[in-house]
């Protein structure tokens, strides 16, 4: 097969009537794929003025023009509205996926509709199958995954397999979706739209193959970009202890959230540092296809099921926010605690840093009183390992009114309980920075709420001064740079090798000289146009507000800044209303 | 004669490098199954990876069943490929015992290594290695070997 790089070719499947069509959509130089292209497809087949949760909203999984062509370009972006916040989102995640889709023959999947019966979709180069599986109704995570093994066995390890857990089915607002285990398209509730449309799983063979441009110029420039990634110590961070290491790191800065942000230092951190996982239960690494770094740190996971010496054993991977949300943040100071939870939390299908921040406030909540154990069921207590995975699966099952609405985000039960000045909420719970002003604004008012739009976490430990434009500037440009990655698609990991010149260069070797020559602009419109959506789909910036925990906030450098931040907070909101209106008038 | 062996499969990572690299620059093609090498999980993603190569089967039943002549035996194992004497019969995949033959279904052509070692500096964990044909020849591959992979650098 040849790939036509001038549009972007989308595989369309609405569950309601099983029929699916394949679109040749678009300018590549103009949404260039990615991101951009999951907000284009938006636009034109979302509805802005239906709820979230209606079913005829669109799903989308988009990659890029380079993906699968060079190294860490591995990634997909999930496009959808979000039943968290109601507004348009993305969540990214890599695994085998991203080079299933480039090999099926797909720039993007787009499901919309909701099946009559729960569904698992089977996506190929060849074909495009609807399953009927009810039988795995309330499956969790695992169990989902082995049964949907028998779906294009035939292509076995080449395929891509993601489902939701009963999270998903149950509509949490931060259901995540599974996808080849040990990747997640996690923040934002995407498995809960894929639970709305009764879509179990979705199988995505990678079974074309592709001519590729004639001359030296790519193999060439694929040689370069290898040998930077792997050669240098560019990326050693990341396969060495992995993310991990920032525990102790951020620890030590008075940066590391505790207790829910009871505390930013703990000298039990030796416990669940990234040294200690290394050291004691790493088993090995893994990686997403496509990427020789290989940053999945799998640990291992040994548990007594009987008095007996009677042992099972699990392989749980971490990295260093679900070790912050799910241990630091619920006081858990031993390792194999934190893995425990973990895997629960993989099993029933939820993302474990919202779930775990959204815990951290239950149990805070409760030690002082504003809830009882009527609500919680059970004595939550910071440190209890066994407390908290009991509450995940009241969290699922929606077992009372208080864990229902927990299950929406920790605002939304704060809400209706109290305690909402110790929600560690910003956009949606936190990340695992508490490093100060510019983080706390750019998660609480960016793009996905995420430690992943901007570095603003990396300014707070960077900068000398309070520039509050200085600041301000550094977040839009630096997203207008990740913008660019995030529409390639390539891992977050790789943004030093992937400069915008790199990327042209590596647009122009496969012959896109078009979409290489307009890719800073075309960047910015996509820029644009994601700020445009998120606002035409219920986003308030005015409305942003960040709960009195973090103005309580100690870091190495002192005592929050309250006026600062404040300052970062209104500056911060007319730079993203001029950027959602910049260059507009057409829409 | 050199001989391409995966022989320390237990530290590879499952990034489907060298794949890619055989298929780029030996069959000038965007795949991770147009190769000579393909790995695949050993049942599920939790239990590591495998290969599917040739292993230099001498004599090589795959050429024995070819044909035409498309594959003839090389010198110290494995095959010799002339793609312009094949008539896509598909025999060669039948007879090989370990499945390292790929049939493209578009054009149902064979992919097999031809033991040229181009994916070798590929692999970022030093789980390939190009041995000299005769040498270790027997079940045991030659064990961990003493590079620790990464810092044998990229290339
Ligand atoms: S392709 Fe198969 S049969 Fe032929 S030499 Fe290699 S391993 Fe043996
Ligand atoms: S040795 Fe050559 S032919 Fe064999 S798998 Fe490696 S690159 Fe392909
Ligand atoms: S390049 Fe090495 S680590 Fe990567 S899949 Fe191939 S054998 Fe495994």
Redo the contacts between chains.
Sequence with gaps: MRIDFTSSRVLHVDMESGASRVISFGTRSAHLGGSGLAAALYTEYGLADAPADDPRQPLIFAIGPLTGFFPLMSKVVCGFRSPYTGEWSESHAGGRLALAMRFSGYDALMITGRARSLSCLVVGSRRVEMHDVHYMRGQDVFTAGKYMRRFGADRHGHRSSLRIGPAGENGLGYACINVDSFRHFGRMGSGAVMGGKKLKGIVVLGDGSFTLPEGKAYPALFKKIYSDVTGTDMMRKYHDLGTAENLLVLNELHALPWRNLQQTSDPQIDGISGERFAEQLLLRQTACAGCPVGCIHIGLLRQQFASDHEYLYKQVSYDYEPIFAQGSMLGITNASGVLALLDETEKVGLDCMSSGVALAWAAEALEKGVISEKETVVPLRFGDVHSFIAAMGHLVRGTNDFYRLLGQGAAKAAAEYGGEDFTCVLGQEMAGYATGEVFFVSQAMGFRHSHLDSGGYAYDQSAKDKDVDKAIDFLVDDEHKRVLINCMVSCMFARKAYTPERLQEALSSLGMTEAADALTDAGRMVQRERWRLKIATGYDVNAVRIPKRFKEVVTWKGPVDVAYMDALKQRYARAILDMAAAGGGEN | MKILRASRMERC?????CS?AC???VH???????AGI????AG???T??EARTCVACNPAPCATACPTGAFSQRKGGGVKVDRSLCIRCGNCAEACPVEAIYI???ESFPYVCIHCGRCVP?C??ACLELADADEGRQEYGGGQGTGTG?DH???
């Design positions: 990572i499952g990034c489907h490098s890619l298929a780029r620059l000038k093609r965007l795949s991770w199954n147009t393909r790995i695949s999980s599920g993603l939790s590591g990876f493209d279904p578009e590929f970022p964990h990464r650098g990229g290339q």
